[in-house]
């Protein structure tokens, strides 16, 4: 079975802090896929990223970053000079690369909050 | 592009009442799940469904099922509701590239709250 651990729950910074939210996989499968996705208040998930087990290339999108390591099993997200607007709960999530095995599994999540 | 609609927004039901949820996935995608998000509970997967037909479903009781239309739109029935089941009900779609579901990533909607008092 799979599981996503995200130890952290709950993460206060001031605007303008760079911030590492955590997140750790188990998964038994050589091939799977990883994700964030941001739950702002008005509750949609918005896709982030997507990393697959045979890519650990580190990914950065704007003040956004990813860094994917197989050999301890994280996957973590780091926000550099976050923002208001950065406030919210994200996920990790893990799926296989097999049909019946493509859903989600998340993590509990973790809420940040970006104090002005 | 229209992403992933669902409706209603809200729903309040009494305990023991049927609630019926809808979906319509993003243009193109032909699979659609749904996840329960409840209070102290986390995101968990409740039902996939791909080209009308239901592929694998989450560790929920019968009473929570649903279809997938030639649209590919869908809903979610639960019936006999109880209390527990008040939560955030949140649909997704994705597309395939060839056999392989888990090649594009899934996108939400924005979630129907479910209330039963």
Not at chain 2, 73 to 102: I, K, P, Q, W
């Amino acid at each position: 079975a799979q599981k996503v651990t995200q130890a952290q729950t709950e993460i206060s910074v001031v605007e303008k802090e760079d911030v590492t939210l955590d997140c750790v996989y188990e998964t038994r499968d050589t091939t799977y896929y990883l994700f964030w996705y941001k739950q702002p208040p008005s509750g949609e998930l918005v896709f982030l990223i997507r990393r697959n087990s045979f890519d650990e290339q580190n990914e950065i999108s704007g003040r956004y970053s990813w860094n994917f390591q197989k050999s301890t099993s994280s996957f973590n997200f780091t926000i550099t000079a976050s923002q208001v607007v950065d406030s919210a709960v994200y996920f990790c999530a893990l799926s296989l690369d097999t049909g019946a095995n493509s859903k989600l599994t998340f993590g509990k999540g973790i809420t940040l909050s970006v104090r002005p | 592009e229209a992403g992933v609609t669902q409706s209603p927004t809200h729903l309040i039901k009494t305990r023991g009442q049927q609630a019926t949820l809808r979906c319509s996935p993003i243009s193109g995608h032909t699979s659609v799940y749904w996840y329960q998000q409840a209070l102290g509970l986390g995101l968990q997967f409740l039902l996939w469904y791909d080209e009308g037909e239901e592929r694998n479903r989450g560790n929920f009781p019968p009473r929570f099922s649903g279809r997938q239309f030639p649209n590919y739109s869908s809903e979610l029935n639960v019936n006999a509701l109880e209390l527990e089941d008040s939560a955030l009900y949140l649909c997704a779609s994705s597309g395939r590239t060839g056999t392989f579901y888990s090649n594009q990533p899934q996108h939400f909607g924005d979630g129907t709250r479910l209330s039963i008092l």
